[in-house]
């Protein structure tokens, strides 16, 4: 360190820790330093100094240890003493047991043995408490497994009970499922602005579409639009709950037109009208069978007096009802078939020809009822017995046999040159138009007997050797050629006279010829 005595400073620094120096530089007249003035000295304070310190150091440390000595006996006799018989009594306590008595003094471990001791006996009877809340738990516990059983047994039995109401009521959607999809007629729903909400498997046989396509449509979308009027009308007093069923037309996904009747009633839900639900039946078939039904009984109306005439009639009736490409009428005349009528008649067809092989003697022997289909014709032995088949290009012969006196003696047939099928509506139309023909027939024998017992009856009247008359009142029909030969007048004359004025006045009795005529 530096010291300054007036204006000269002197410069001190340890040499070790014995000696100290000082050092003084001397300056020469002009101010420079020239010499350097070094003074060397023990260091006899310090020396004591540090001896002192450690002295006093060395009586800290031996109090020190005193102290912890002391302090150690104090805390083991006050305190170590006592938590270790504490510990010893809480380690020997056994439930039901007191921990031992408190320790003697009124210090802080005194206190703590106390409150040990108070929190033993507190334990003792928590765990007697425990113990008996244990019992009655068990108890309860007990009583209500016995109740969870019984309640369980009359669980299953629900259980049991709704499985077979469940079993019930899936079988019962099958049924009714198996009811909505396989009946004939088309069940729809639809909400109260006309949109459809459901349709049943049958709308897509029906209508040609898919039901996908429908759903969401309004209704109006599948009508007849001169029919949507009508129809908007009736689903309007439906929905006020005038119930009616009502026909009209629909167009399906190809185009064609369908005739069907509607039985709707309203959906009811929360007191309100919230749609139609209903079902659709097609009567396409029935009104094509209505008309057909009409047009023969028309037919039959329009029937004259000539029996060949009406055959004809009932003929191409039977051709334009079954859609054929031909339709034609033979009867058997020996062992030949005779043609007897026939609609759009293929070129060349043979006026008679031979029954054996004949597709029409097959008609005639089969015991089908209904008539007898005969299909792929090509493929079948007739295409070898049968000219007409290769000749003409025949695919399917559907003929009835047509029965006079209680035997088949001829066959209504129609011819087609594609494959068709016969429907039971068809079959039942040519087993009506087979037993008119038959009808015809039988007046057209009664006709020919007729004809041949007057041509009998007019040779024996002619040639009758008396005078014949047939008479009508005061009238001459008719007379031979005797009566003509005997009174002198033509067939003309004798019609205009009064029988009376060939008489005599009188007769052989006196009797007036007038009055005997009268």
């Given at each position: 360190r530096e010291v300054r005595d007036s204006e000269r400073p002197v410069r001190i620094a340890?040499?070790?820790?014995?000696?100290?120096?000082?050092?003084?530089?001397?300056?020469?007249?002009?101010?420079?330093?020239?010499?350097?003035?070094?003074?060397?000295?023990?260091?006899?304070?310090?020396?004591?100094?540090?001896?002192?310190?450690?002295?006093?150091?060395?009586?800290?440390?031996?109090?020190?240890?005193?102290?912890?000595?002391?302090?150690?006996?104090?805390?083991?006799?006050?305190?170590?003493?006592?938590?270790?018989?504490?510990?010893?009594?809480?380690?020997?306590?056994?439930?039901?047991?007191?921990?031992?008595?408190?320790?003697?003094?009124?210090?802080?471990?005194?206190?703590?043995?106390?409150?040990?001791?108070?929190?033993?006996?507190?334990?003792?009877?928590?765990?007697?408490?425990?113990?008996?809340?244990?019992?009655?738990?068990?108890?309860?516990?007990?009583?209500?497994?016995?109740?969870?059983?019984?309640?369980?047994?009359?669980?299953?039995?629900?259980?049991?009970?709704?499985?077979?109401?469940?079993?019930?009521?899936?079988?019962?959607?099958?049924?009714?499922r198996s009811l909505v999809e396989n009946v004939t007629e088309i069940i729809y729903s639809m909400d109260q602005d006309g949109r459809i909400t459901y349709l049943n498997p049958v709308f897509e046989r029906t209508m040609k579409m898919p039901i996908a396509e429908a759903l969401g449509k309004h209704f109006s979308a599948l009508v007849h639009p001169e029919d949507l009027e009508g129809l908007s009308e009736s689903a309007a007093r439906t929905m006020a709950g005038q119930l009616e069923p009502w026909e009209y037309r629909v167009i399906d996904g190809e185009g064609q037109v369908h005739h069907v009747r509607s039985c709707s009633r309203p959906i009811v839900r929360g007191g309100a009208v919230r749609g139609l639900i209903g079902v659709v039946t097609d009567l396409t078939s029935l009104k094509a069978a209505e008309e057909k039904l009409r047009r023969i009984t028309q037919a039959f109306l329009a029937f004259g007096s000539d029996p060949g005439e009406n055959i004809g009639q009932l003929t191409r009736l039977a051709g334009e009802l079954l859609g054929a490409d031909a339709a034609l009428y033979s009867r058997m005349e020996g062992g030949n078939l005779k043609l007897a009528g026939g609609w759009r008649t293929p070129p060349g067809y043979p006026e008679e020809t031979p029954a054996e092989g004949h597709l029409c003697l097959h008609t005639l022997r089969a015991s089908e009822e209904g008539g007898t289909l005969l299909r792929d014709l090509p493929s079948t032995p007739f295409a070898q017995t049968d000219p007409a088949v290769s000749r003409y290009g025949l695919k399917t012969h559907f003929g009835c046999p047509v029965v006079l006196g209680g035997r088949r003696q001829g066959s209504l047939y129609v011819l087609f040159n594609r494959d068709w099928e016969a429907s039971d509506e068809d079959r039942q139309v040519l087993g009506i138009l087979a037993a008119a023909v038959g009808v015809e027939e039988e007046r057209r024998r009664q006709q020919v007997s007729l004809q041949e017992s007057e041509r009998r009856f007019r040779a024996i009247f002619e040639n009758a050797g008396d005078a014949i008359f047939i008479g009508r009142g005061h009238e001459i029909v008719d007379c031979n050629a005797k009566a003509l030969s005997l009174f002198g007048y033509s067939r003309e004359e004798m019609k205009r006279l009064d029988p009376r004025a060939l008489s005599p006045p009188r007769q052989h009795g006196g009797e007036a010829s007038r009055q005997v005529l009268s």
């Open positions: 340890a040499q070790d820790t014995k000696v100290i120096r000082g050092f003084l530089p001397l300056q020469d007249y002009r101010g420079r330093p020239e010499l350097l003035l070094t003074v060397t000295m023990p260091r006899t304070v310090y020396g004591q100094a540090r001896a002192a310190i450690l002295l006093l150091s060395l009586c800290m440390v031996l109090m020190g240890v005193v102290a912890v000595a002391v302090l150690h006996l104090l805390i083991d006799r006050l305190v170590i003493r006592k938590v270790t018989a504490l510990a010893a009594a809480v380690a020997r306590h056994a439930p039901g047991e007191a921990p031992g008595t408190p320790a003697e003094g009124r210090d802080e471990v005194q206190a703590l043995s106390s409150t040990v001791h108070g929190a033993f006996e507190e334990l003792d009877r928590t765990r007697l408490a425990l113990e008996a809340s244990r019992a009655e738990l068990e108890r309860q516990v007990e009583a209500r497994t016995a109740e969870l059983e019984r309640a369980y047994e009359e669980l299953l039995r629900e259980l049991a009970g709704h499985r077979q109401a469940a079993d019930d009521l899936q079988a019962s959607e099958q049924r009714y």
